[in-house]
């Protein structure tokens, strides 16, 4: 599979908190970190995240292996580009 790009864009806003406890997703950890990261930053505009090929000497495995392994190296290469966006942060 190719390499795939993303470009992640961020907009802190009062609104978005109202929007989020009416979806009750206030209840989700992931909530604290969006509350936390739209205290330290205001804007995150287009930052790119690499995610990287799919080189396997196997391809042919059984489908739930597979989907597995895919969901996993996504998974790792998205990470990765979140750990090195927060990491270029300036406070």
Not at 9 to 26: C, E, K, P, Q, T
Not at 65 to 73: A, G, N, T
């Amino acid at each position: 599979v190719s390499p795939v790009r993303l470009f992640i864009s961020f907009r802190a806003s009062d609104d978005a908190h109202g929007l989020l406890n009416d979806l009750m997703i206030s209840k989700l950890p992931i909530f604290a970190f969006v509350e936390a990261a739209k205290a330290m930053v205001t804007n995150i505009d287009r930052a790119p995240i690499l995610l990287s090929k799919i080189d396997w000497e196997q391809p042919f495995l059984p489908r739930d292996e597979l989907l597995s392994r895919v969901y996993k190296h996504y998974l790792n290469s998205v990470l990765g580009g979140l750990y090195r966006l927060v990491g270029s942060l300036e406070f």
